[in-house]
């Protein structure tokens, strides 16, 4: 019974090994890319700033969905690197906005190239309709957590 049971209820363990593998190809295609110091965390807060350009911390930790300390962390990194940087609010002095530099624009093809490579391997088998379902699946999944 027990055995069954981890066979057929394992969903979880096998979400976080995808995850481990695809982090792990993450770093390696960035570093073939001779891009180092970013996580794959560092992906989304980049994503969103190809997308929107500027953004606050607040605003950057809701498209994320992390808390403002964790965004701070990841974003005091890309600072860091060169990638990012900070300027006061024009409307609010107290908010500070966070913006692409040209070296983190420059990682946007890069980002989108691994991106690319990544899906591909996901979905390679699949069809339109089976890509779709996983989707849905996955969704549900995450609105129900």
């Known amino acids: 019974m027990y055995n069954t049971f981890m066979l057929k209820h394992n969903a979880f363990a096998m979400i976080a090994r995808i995850r481990d593998h ?5 770093v390696h295609e ?3 890319h001779e891009v180092t110091g970013i996580v794959p965390s560092h992906g989304d807060v980049l994503m969103f700033l190809y997308r929107e350009e ?4 607040k605003m950057l930790a809701e498209r994320v969905q992390r808390t403002q300390p964790t965004v701070t ?12 940087e900070r300027s006061k609010s024009a409307e609010d002095s107290r908010v500070t906005m966070i913006r692409l530099t040209d070296k983190g ?15 591909q391997i996901i979905y390679a088998d699949l069809s339109e309709e089976q890509s779709e379902q996983l989707e849905n699946l996955l969704s549900m999944i995450v609105r129900r957590l």
């Open 22 to 26: 695809v982090n792990k190809r993450i």
């Open 30 to 32: 960035l570093e073939q």
């Open 54 to 57: 500027t953004l606050s911390i």
């Open 73 to 84: 962390v990841l974003v005091n990194k890309l600072e860091k690197l060169g990638y990012v």
């Open 105 to 119: 624009k420059q990682l946007e093809p890069i980002f989108r190239e691994v991106s690319n490579q990544i899906n």
